[in-house]
């Protein structure tokens, strides 16, 4: 059976539906199709997907078995990168190199089906794990544009991005989107870093950590960062507050010891404190209490 492209571009979007019955629908027809060379890529990309549902991934298999050998070959090879099956780097990159060739044609089936672009999200990893970290960021962001409702595509991609200036707006607009899918400690931190030291702004860094503690009143390092905005904002007695917490919590954490002992040098009077800042931590501690 040959299939016309109308046909064709039909049980495409049958098979990236969201909707299982319309994907159990598209492999009943190319289960009586003579050849699925022409829907290889297609069948091999949803295998590549991990599709939860059980039943659907049963009937990909049955039609992977009758893939021509030797596009299972080339695909197998490509696709090995994603397992760590290869041997040393730059065997790694010559097959992500393989595999970015074949990005036109996953864009054009994850604009028939957006809910499977966390395979850009895989790719953007990989090529930053194989130190390639501008092509990697490149399909990261394709991930997060294309399902702007996924958190971890949209922390991936904010969290591999550096921490620099010219970034500050694109790491605040998806962080953002990430606390507005769900509260996740590490992306309130982040947040406020990214306002505290790339944006200079201390007040709304404040209220970024303040917002984080009130949900994990446990994350010292959080404490120890709205120290250093309060500092910035001339709030020192809540400063100081905040860093005796910090090491409430973490009494080994050597960053708010040190941080206290620079807080009470520079903006505490008294010979006590000055003497503080060569003591050990014990003094800090019984200085404390």
Same mark, same amino acid.
């Given at each position: 059976m040959s299939w016309t492209k109308e046909e064709k571009d039909k049980i495409l979007k049958l098979l990236f539906s969201v909707d299982s019955s319309n994907q159990q629908l598209a492999l009943e027809m190319l289960k009586h199709a003579d050849s699925l060379e022409e829907f290889a890529s297609a069948i091999i990309f949803l295998t590549f997907a991990e599709i939860d549902l059980e039943m659907i991934m049963e009937g990909i298999y049955e039609l992977m078995k009758k893939l021509p050998t030797n596009v299972k070959s080339e695909w197998a090879g490509i696709l090995s990168v994603f397992k760590f099956d290869y041997k040393g780097k730059s065997q790694l990159l010559e097959q992500l190199e393989k595999f970015e060739k074949k990005a036109e044609l996953f864009e054009s089936y994850i604009a028939i089906g957006p809910h499977y672009a966390h395979i850009y999200n895989r790719l953007g990893n990989e090529l930053i794990y194989a130190k390639s970290k501008t092509k990697g960021l490149e399909y990261l962001k394709k991930g997060a544009t294309l399902n702007h409702n996924s958190y971890s595509l949209?922390? %991936?991609?904010? !969290?591999? $991005?550096?921490?620099? =200036? /010219?970034?500050?707006?694109?790491? #605040? /607009?998806?962080? +953002?989107?990430?606390?507005? #899918?769900?509260? %996740?400690?590490?992306?309130?931190?982040?947040? *406020?870093?990214? !306002? @505290?030291?790339?944006? *200079?702004?201390? =007040?709304?860094?404040?209220?970024?950590? &303040?917002?984080? #503690? &009130?949900?994990?009143?446990?994350? &010292?390092? +959080?404490? #120890?960062?709205?120290?250093? @905005?309060?500092?910035?904002? *001339?709030? $020192?007695?809540?400063a100081r507050s905040m860093l005796y917490e910090a090491i409430e919590i973490d009494e080994y954490s050597h960053l708010a010891y040190n941080n206290l002992a620079y807080l009470l040098w520079m903006h505490f009077d008294g010979f006590v404190y000055k003497i503080m800042c060569c003591c050990t931590r014990c003094y800090l501690r019984l200085m404390r209490n």
């Open positions: 949209n922390f %991936d991609y904010a !969290y591999n $991005l550096n921490e620099s =200036k /010219k970034n500050a707006d694109e790491m #605040i /607009k998806h962080y +953002t989107r990430c606390l507005e #899918i769900k509260d %996740d400690l590490a992306v309130y931190h982040n947040l *406020g870093r990214v !306002y @505290a030291h790339q944006k *200079g702004n201390s =007040k709304k860094a404040a209220e970024i950590f &303040s917002k984080c #503690i &009130s949900v994990y009143p446990e994350s &010292s390092d +959080t404490m #120890i960062e709205l120290a250093l @905005a309060l500092e910035d904002l *001339g709030q $020192l007695d809540e």
